[in-house]
RNA sequence: GCCGAGAUGGCGGAACUGGGAGACGCGGCGGACUCAAAAUCCGCAGUGCUGAAAGGCGCGUGGGGGUUCAACUCCCCCUCUCGGCACCA
């Protein structure tokens, strides 16, 4: 008996569709949302693509079978850099190219049989979701979190637009396919201040208990908290004050020098008309023509300005030097010298000459000056530190910053690492910045009625230049001004697609809604995404955004909850002989291809059979067979006996052998739930196959083994749904598994009427007795000495103890 | 440098809260079926020594120490792999 399964998958996925079984309710008794992350609509999809969308519907499936009502959408990540580079490469529109590929997309989707609700797909490059995208920006204007500032940005040659913090890996562009080395501009740019969000993204973290700690950590990591004091050290003969962040106030006398970011704007008027000016100037430029990576990796090196300044606590005078090691971008861009006890510091010291000054020493033990290898960077005891000599690091950290404060020169201070997110793009092919620019009235944002702000559809020449595409289009570029009606030009600047996916969860909630991104009560009815299912590759980036995002529309009263998400999975990978499975590589299996040969259900066990869902997995032919073997066996042993199947067994067992199996199906049954609830579908696929293991053992064709088909039947439908349907048909069942009831246990049957006790000597097996479950402890010690496997061991030996563990060992010490 | 995760047969992986290591699968070997092969079904299998066999004895979860009657599991040290952060003052 051959299980066919072209037809019989088409047969299901067409009767799911015509039934409507995947059409979310719009009235929740009992709502989950789950949800994955969306797809980036970048050519034929691949086995590596789709195991974060089988994970996600094993969820949702198991899920509508409890009772949930599910919402499970699917929508497309559409605007971005890769889409357009694409067409670029090809010479299609992206939109042409993007829509086309979402359509193949589509299909293959279906193919796998994944449960979404298809009426709530989402396409974000569409004007009435882009809309909304503009609206949020609108409204992160009118709250004060979106301001344009000029500043050095991050900007890709390659892709010839400036990039987010967030998209800068090791000093180079994210994307796989570019990775070129990063540059800094000086541009006036778009940005998000998620900076006023660091402090509560970082503690609500702790709220999150559903979420990963690797995903909590990092993002802790790159918020990057840091607490500390600020210091301020006046300029000599200047009213010019000088403000230093250090974590380390307790090395405050050992400052022998300044050093300020050849970016800091302070510099232009420190330096004005000084001794060194020119050759300060000179460092400036030089540094400013340096990528991030270049500074990083030569040796630590600055100019003298011929100024100093002055150490607030004992008035000592110090260098002021310009070094490209300082970043602008963090604290203030100006940092305290202490070489004794910093190891940039003491570097820069040695390379210039200046004096190293010890004040901190060890707890026990002390440090010579003259013999210093390195600086001393630890916590330790203040010396040289006139009257806060003797304390402790921390105390003194307390003690100096409370004085400072005390004085008017300083006081406590937190900086975080996290940076203002940079919105703007200098490509087409993105959602345009509804902002427009009046000669008259300075910036104006386009009013909310007038939404959307078509990105213009004709155009010549989108291919980058560094330089937005959408600035040489007279048509869009041109416009009058909102609040004088004078004159007006656009915003050329497309933004994120990162900004576009911030809030995409939302949408699925009133995917239609044209007055509002999502109705007060739909939000209300469906938030918090229940479980959120993606790729760790994002923890750093949209995770925080989205979640900056939820807040913001939290204070702004349009939704209900300040966190996105209860619940975070993240998935491994799908690698090929050792590689992330990607078409470039050459090493994909893609989606349409593999389904005609050997079937969906295949290709779902395979993802979820070979290794724990949270783990990289290797997509191995092995596994296809393995997968492929399982199926065929399900399928002839449960068509071969379909006329024995009962849904209960209408007496209990009534010897041993039918005791024996029945148990087995209670366990299997707890087992596969346990194993659902947990996000382990290897072992609950394990566990199924061997109650098939052992219903082809069993030799009766009794209720039992009936029951046990049933079983297995029930309770593959998550993992192999088409199978599932086709055999729950066959076995007397109308209609479809998707929203029967979950099969519960009998839980008067789940362990057997004797018990196994392993007989061990001094912790060494050396044998089992079974037992009737309630035989007291002294009769099983009695039946465990009598044992030859143990005498063999103990006679002529004195025993110390015994050491029963109710009903699963004894252990004989001697 | 800091933070985190991990290392188990030929391979993917299992093992509750410290209690029989290696479930399940793949590959392998043997058998049945077949003229034969494939498919299927049944069986074997961590490893060394020993035994005709049943079995017995030892060794075994990256390495070394420790706690314990008992350690893949807990503690200390080390090696390696992967991931994140990193000139963050």
Redesign the pocket.
């Known amino acids: 008996m051959e299980y066919n399964h072209l037809t019989i998958e088409k047969k299901w996925q067409k009767y799911w569709a015509d039934n409507s079984l995947f059409t979310t309710n719009e009235n929740p008794r009992k709502k989950y949302y789950d949800l994955v992350m969306f797809a980036y609509p970048s050519g034929d999809i691949h086995m590596g693509h789709c195991k974060n969308y089988v994970i996600g519907d094993v969820i949702a499936r198991y899920k509508r079978r409890n009772g949930f009502d599910v919402l499970h959408p699917f929508g497309w990540d559409a605007f971005g850099l890769p889409a357009e580079n694409r067409a670029i490469e090809i010479g299609l529109h992206p939109r042409k190219w993007t829509l086309e590929n979402i359509r193949i997309s589509d299909e293959s989707l279906k193919m796998l049989g994944i449960s979404y609700d298809w009426q709530r797909e989402i396409i974000t490059c569409l004007p009435d979701y882009y809309k909304w995208t503009q609206w949020m920006f609108l409204l992160m204007y009118k709250r004060g979190l979106a301001y344009k500032k000029e500043a050095y940005v991050n900007w890709c040659p390659g892709c010839q637009t400036v990039l987010a ?1 967030e998209q800068v ?2 000093g180079h562009c994210y994307r796989s396919n570019c990775k070129s080395l990063i540059e800094r501009r000086k541009l006036n740019q778009w940005f998000f201040k998620i900076t006023d969000y660091a402090e509560r993204l970082l503690n609500d973290l702790d709220k999150l208990s559903g979420w990963p ?2 995903v909590k ?2 993002q802790r ?2 918020i ?1 908290r ?1 607490e ?1 004091t600020n210091i301020i050290f006046p300029v000599k003969n200047s009213n010019i004050k000088l403000e ?5 106030a307790d090395t405050i006398f050992g400052v022998t020098f300044i050093s300020i ?1 050849p970016e800091n704007p302070l510099l232009e008027q420190l330096i004005k008309g000084s001794k060194y000016e020119n050759k300060v100037r000179a460092y400036i430029l030089e540094a400013s023509r340096k990528s ?1 990576v270049e ?4 040796e ?1 090196d600055g100019v003298f300005t011929g100024i100093y300044a002055l150490n607030p606590i004992n008035g000592s005078e110090v260098p002021i030097f310009v070094a ?8 203030s ?1 100006v ?2 010298g ?1 070489p004794a006890h ?1 190891t ?2 003491f570097q820069f010291a040695l390379k210039y000459r200046l004096p190293i000054k010890v004040v901190i020493r060890p707890e026990s033990g002390d440090i010579d000056p003259e013999n210093m290898a390195d600086a001393f960077v630890d916590y330790g005891i203040m010396i040289n530190s006139e009257q806060f000599n003797g304390l402790t690091s921390a105390e003194g950290i307390k003690a100096i910053t409370e004085y400072l404060q005390n004085k008017g020169l300083g006081g406590r201070a937190v ?1 975080y ?1 996290i940076k203002d997110w940079l919105i703007s793009r200098q490509r087409y092919w993105g959602a345009p910045i509804p902002i427009i620019y009046c000669d008259k009235c300075g910036i104006v944002p386009v009013p909310e009625g007038s939404l959307p702000v078509l990105l213009p559809e004709d155009i010549k020449d989108y291919i980058p230049k560094g330089k937005s595409p959408l600035g040489a289009v007279p048509e869009f570029i041109n416009t009058t001004c909102p609040n004088c009606s004078g004159p007006a030009k656009r915003d050329p600047d497309t933004m994120d697609t990162f900004v576009c996916s911030s809030w995409y969860f939302l949408r699925y909630l009133d995917p239609k809604n044209d007055n509002e991104f999502c109705s007060k009560a739909n939000a209300q009815k469906w938030l918090p995404i229940d479980q959120y299912i993606g790729g ?2 994002h ?2 980036g949209h995770l925080i955004y989205f979640r900056f995002f939820t807040k913001v529309l939290y204070d702004a009263g349009y939704i209900p909850y300040d966190e996105p998400a209860t619940n975070l999975f993240t998935q491994g990978m799908v690698l090929r002989n050792g590689e992330v499975m990607s078409k470039s590589k050459g090493n994909a299996v893609p989606v349409g291809p593999f389904v005609e040969k050997y079937g969906a259900d295949v290709a779902r066990l395979t993802i979820l ?4 869902p949270e ?4 997509w ?1 032919d ?2 296809v ?3 492929q ?2 199926i ?2 399900v399928y ?1 042993i449960v068509m071969e006996n379909r006329e024995r199947v009962v849904n209960k067994p209408s007496v209990p067992p009534q010897n041993d052998i039918q005791k024996k199996l029945y148990v087995k199906i209670n366990q299997t049954i707890v087992r596969v739930t346990d194993d659902l609830e947990n996000f ?1 579908f ?2 609950a ?2 566990a199924l ?2 109650l098939l ?1 052992e219903l ?2 069993y030799k009766e064709r009794d209720e039992f083994f009936g029951y046990g088909i049933y079983a297995i039947v029930n309770l593959l439908s998550p993992f192999a749904p088409h199978l599932a349907d086709e055999l729950w048909t066959n076995i007397g069942n109308k209609g479809s598994l998707v929203s029967a009831d979950w099969l519960s246990c009998d839980s008067d049957y789940l362990t057997e009427d004797k018990m ?1 006790v ?1 007989l ?1 000597v ?7 007795i079974e037992v009737a479950p309630n035989t007291d402890e002294e009769k099983i010690k009695s039946f465990a000495l009598a044992d030859e ?1 143990i005498r ?2 103990t006679d002529n030996k004195q025993i110390k ?1 015994i ?1 029963y ?1 109710p009903g ?2 004894i ?1 004989v ?1 001697i």
């Open positions: 913090n890996i090791d700690e690797r950590q990092m990591n790159w990057g840091s500390g230093v962040f250090t974590t380390r970011a991030i500074r990083e990796e030569k630590k490209d090691y300082v970043l602008v971008e963090y604290g861009g940092v305290m202490v910093d940039r510091d900086n690492k760790i590759e923890a750093t059979f070979a290794a724990p783990r990289d997995m290797e191995s092995e596994g067979t393995g997968a073997r399982f065929d066996r002839r382990k290897n072992t696929i394990a196959w061997e293991n082809y053992q196994v392993v061990q001094n912790g060494k097996v050396r044998g089992h496997r063999r061991h103890k050491i563990v699963k060992l252990n010490v």
